[in-house]
């Protein structure tokens, strides 16, 4: 199996690896993807595109993925079950294959309830979990889940996405473990805040052995304010941040915020480099990606490894 | 039960502006219990359809029946020696029981006077929630008695997404985490393997998917 995902042979050689993310414009734009990405470009081993977060219709991924590709960033394609059944599943991920996207990230997705199309219907035919056993069962198989021959497996380094702070806490190890066993190479998890339960997370994960089969890259976002931190909090479902947190940030006098926001993320970032099990990090710094140097830069992993 | 809900009654008059003499009719079936389609039901439609129109100045006759079932030719076929003799049926039945009214007296419109809900439950008095879609093959003996399909608002069959938080979903705060049920159930009944296991993709073609299903018993036939 020949895979090129950067990706996957920066992890392989044993580096810290750094991932951040694009959301792609509300509109046609390309330069909106070429302004982000050049924010991103050198700064990491792979760049995320979002699949319509939020149910919030934008550029697609796949279109995303070619654009920061073209730039030289190595592309990892989201992709919902939300919006599409298998038979659009399995034809976009041998599309997204055959234009060189190596890494995907396999989601439920938000509802839609959430976005600008509460109306629209919702597919989940199959479910994230299954669609990564999709993409495994193509890529190291070369045959549809129907049993036909692939003319050429797709090409994927297969990603997974968890949130350790959802409900119920108890089974968030072992729906880490069934991800894995589906065939996720990869996984990213939600924004972490609460560093304890993350540890108590990354314990249970450590106890079935779970950080050597798979690879673990810690999500993080900066926080901009005080004022985003209560937002996140009280809108995002499964989003945990603590009071300590919200009241570091909100101790600094408003134009500081964000300078802390930085500065908390720099320092949290080299705490996780520090924990075992932890291969990576995943910067979601959401619409700040000009911020993206400063933070990678100031937690000491720049330059990004080049692997030949 | 079939559950449902009555339509407007503005949505109502403006079906029945055409005609000036119909039936009003209703079912002793599932929407009897659920207090949206049954005889009383019928006595007040047609009671309020009457006033308004009077008020309107333009008077409609109303005959009022209820079958004890609409979606059973037995019971249908009773009305047939009348239908003709009214201008169109306005059904507070289910959709099922309206389209067989309408699949039987086929030079009559049918009128639908309810908006079909759910296969639900009684919670509580005036409370009706969904428990089943009705897909067409059921892993109730997996999921702890708890339907993924439908408490689940993603009908995922590995969950509960990143969204549950509490035991509620992430949809509507009124709204409990079909999974969260389904693993508080596997664990009071000692089945968490059940949650371990990678399930195989559904066949939604059992489901509505599959086009319109039917069920054919030689045995009764």
């Given at each position: 199996m020949k895979v090129e995902s950067n990706l996957k042979r920066v992890l392989d050689a044993g580096h810290f690896s750094v991932t951040a993310e694009c959301g792609p414009p509300r509109g046609a734009d390309p330069d909106v993807v070429r302004k982000k990405a050049a924010y991103v470009k050198d700064n990491v081993d792979?760049?995320?595109?979002?699949?319509?977060?939020?149910?919030?219709?934008?550029?697609?991924?796949?279109?995303?993925?070619?654009?920061?590709?073209?730039?030289?960033?190595?592309?990892?394609?989201?992709?919902?079950?939300?919006?599409?059944?298998?038979?659009?599943?399995?034809?976009?991920?041998?599309?997204?294959?055959?234009?060189?996207?190596?890494?995907?990230?396999?989601?439920?997705?938000?509802?839609?309830?959430?976005?600008?199309?509460?109306?629209?219907?919702?597919?989940?035919?199959?479910?994230?979990?299954?669609?990564?056993?999709?993409?495994?069962?193509?890529?190291?198989?070369?045959?549809?889940?129907?049993?036909?021959?692939?003319?050429?497996?797709?090409?994927?380094?297969?990603?997974?996405?968890?949130?350790?702070?959802?409900?119920?806490?108890?089974?968030?190890?072992?729906?880490?473990?069934?991800?894995?066993?589906?065939?996720?190479?990869?996984?990213?998890?939600?924004?972490?805040?609460?560093?304890?339960?993350?540890?108590?997370?990354?314990?249970?994960?450590?106890?079935?052995?779970?950080?050597?089969?798979?690879?673990?890259?810690?999500?993080?976002?900066?926080?901009?304010?005080?004022?985003?931190?209560?937002?996140?909090?009280?809108?995002?479902?499964?989003?945990?941040?603590?009071?300590?947190?919200?009241?570091?940030?909100?101790?600094e006098p408003k134009e500081k915020q964000a300078a802390k926001g930085i500065e908390m993320c720099i320092e949290q970032i080299?705490?996780?480099?520090?924990?075992?099990?932890?291969?990576?990090?995943?910067?979601?710094?959401?619409?700040?990606e000009e911020k993206l140097n400063e933070i990678i830069g100031g937690a000491g992993l720049l330059p990004r490894p080049v692997i030949d | 039960m079939i559950t449902g809900t009555p339509k407007p009654i503005e949505e109502i008059l403006e079906m029945i502006e055409p005609y000036d003499d119909i039936i009003v009719a209703g079912c002793h079936g599932c929407v009897t219990v659920c207090r949206v389609g049954g005889e009383k039901e019928v006595q007040v439609l047609a009671s309020t359809l009457r006033l308004a129109r009077e008020a309107s100045g333009r008077k409609i006759e109303i005959k009022e029946v209820s079958l004890e079932r609409q979606c059973d030719p037995e019971y249908v076929e009773t009305m047939r020696p009348y239908v003709e003799d009214h201008q169109a049926v306005l059904s507070i039945a289910c959709g099922a029981g309206i389209q067989f009214l309408a699949e039987k007296f086929t030079a009559t419109p049918l009128l639908p006077g309810i908006n079909t809900g759910f296969l639900g439950v009684t919670e509580r008095q005036g409370e009706w929630a969904e428990r089943c879609q009705g897909c067409g093959d059921c892993v109730l003996h997996l999921t702890g008695g708890i339907c993924p399909v439908t408490r689940c608002a993603k009908s995922l069959f590995h969950g509960p997404c990143g969204g549950s938080v509490r035991g509620i979903c992430e949809v509507d705060k009124e709204v409990k985490c079909g999974w969260q049920l389904i693993i508080d159930r596997l664990v009071a009944l000692d089945q968490m393997e059940n949650y371990g296991k990678l399930k195989p993709y559904k066949g939604w073609n059992s489901a509505r998917d599959g086009g319109p299903r039917r069920i054919i018993r030689e045995d009764m036939i």
């Open positions: 792979a760049c995320n595109v979002t699949d319509n977060q939020t149910s919030v219709v934008r550029m697609s991924s796949l279109a995303g993925c070619l654009l920061i590709k073209e730039l030289g960033i190595d592309p990892l394609i989201q992709m919902v079950v939300r919006d599409r059944n298998r038979i659009a599943l399995q034809s976009d991920l041998l599309g997204a294959s055959a234009l060189g996207v190596r890494n995907l990230l396999c989601l439920s997705g938000d509802h839609q309830k959430f976005g600008d199309d509460p109306q629209a219907k919702n597919v989940f035919d199959i479910d994230s979990m299954q669609l990564i056993h999709l993409a495994k069962t193509m890529r190291d198989e070369g045959v549809f889940p129907s049993g036909d021959k692939l003319q050429g497996a797709p090409d994927f380094y297969i990603g997974c996405a968890v949130n350790p702070f959802a409900d119920p806490f108890e089974i968030r190890v072992p729906r880490l473990k069934l991800k894995m066993e589906a065939g996720a190479d990869f996984v990213q998890t939600q924004c972490i805040y609460n560093m304890e339960k993350f540890k108590t997370y990354m314990e249970g994960a450590k106890q079935q052995g779970l950080h050597e089969k798979i690879k673990i890259l810690a999500g993080v976002t900066p926080l901009k304010s005080a004022g985003m931190a209560k937002f996140m909090r009280r809108m995002v479902a499964g989003m945990d941040i603590p009071d300590e947190v919200v009241n570091r940030i909100a101790d080299q705490e996780l480099k520090e924990m075992e099990g932890i291969a990576g990090i995943h910067v979601m710094a959401i619409e700040w | -």
